[in-house]
């Protein structure tokens, strides 16, 4: 793929080049048009691999997306540009481990592959380890669907590096649960294993915390409300998060930068 390093700039085709940007890149991109056309990628037997790829591909999107959807209502201020194709990419390599179905119908088999998860940062530019540097401990339930976030007693001048002209912040933990993903012939497409326990949620929030005054042991609590038990098939995906406000008045007003989300545990 060819880019243009000139001063130039125009998106669009001239011959046989066509010229266009990449979300979440700098600069412009050019690439020769043509191709084959969509009855051969779906019909020509040279083209099997590549539906095949295809097929794969669209099911781990769609177990990607289920992870910012059971985090949607925090996800606004918390994700990058970038995120949707991190998480798509790591439900490819979960399809991958797959040994069970044919190259092309691998299941997305999450609760066996939960390492891909943990860790996991949904802004890039804001790293939650940075942020917030307290000690907490993560406390499950023998009900898999709750938790507790214990955060210990810190200093926040000592142990946050919020951005400037905020004065406030807010502690958030919350819990989703994903289910395995497996191809649905009837249907043609992945469908979720366990559709009743898939994207229930629960999310908390602290009280609106000070930057200068210390503050106490903190503990949040989480619950998906399942009156039956969240089977094996099912990923308990786990996320604390940090916010940022500046108070003016008796209003608190919402940063749109420098807040931090990530994936404390997945199990």
């Given at each position: ?9 125009y998106?669009?085709?001239?011959g046989d080049i ?8 700098t600069?412009y991109?050019?690439g020769?048009?043509?191709?084959p ?20 591909f ?7 997306r289920?992870?910012r ?11 990058d540009?970038q995120?949707?194709g ?21 299941a ?6 939960r ?5 996991v ?9 940075s942020?917030?540097k ?6 499950k339930n023998?009900?898999?669907g709750?938790?507790?976030?214990s955060?210990?007693?810190f ?5 946050i590096?919020?951005?400037a ?8 933990f ?10 649905n012939a ?12 898939h994207?229930l949620s ?17 503990v ?18 786990a ?13 608190y007003?919402?940063f749109?930068?420098?807040?931090a989300?990530?994936v404390?545990d997945?199990?």
């Open positions: 793929m060819a880019r243009q390093k000139g001063h130039v700039k998106v669009g085709t001239i066509r010229h266009f940007k990449i979300k979440g890149q600069g991109f050019a020769l048009t043509g191709g056309t969509g009855e051969q990628v779906a019909t020509a037997p040279a083209f099997e691999r590549t539906r095949e790829n295809m097929n794969e669209g099911g781990s999107a769609k177990a990607g289920a992870v959807s059971v985090f949607s209502s925090v996800l606004g201020k918390m994700s540009s995120l949707t991190r998480l798509t990419a790591i439900m490819k390599k979960i399809n991958l481990e797959d040994q069970s179905e044919p190259r092309g119908y691998r997305i088999l999450i609760s066996q592959q390492k891909y998860l943990a860790g940062t949904f802004n890039k530019n804001a790293n939650f380890d942020c917030m307290a000690g907490a401990d993560l406390v023998v009900k898999r709750i938790a507790d976030y955060v210990a007693a200093k926040p001048l000592d142990d590096n919020a951005p002209g905020s004065t406030h912040f807010r502690l958030i919350g819990l989703g649960v994903l289910s395995d993903f497996a191809y009837t249907s043609d497409t992945y469908e979720a294993i366990k559709p009743d326990f994207e629960a999310v908390t929030y602290s009280d609106y915390l000070a930057l200068n005054a210390p503050i106490p042991e903190t949040l609590n989480a619950d998906v409300d399942t009156e039956d038990p969240v089977p094996d098939d099912c990923t308990i995906v996320v604390a998060g940090i916010e940022f406000f500046q108070m003016v008045g008796e209003n007003y919402a749109a930068s420098g807040n989300m990530k404390v997945a199990y």
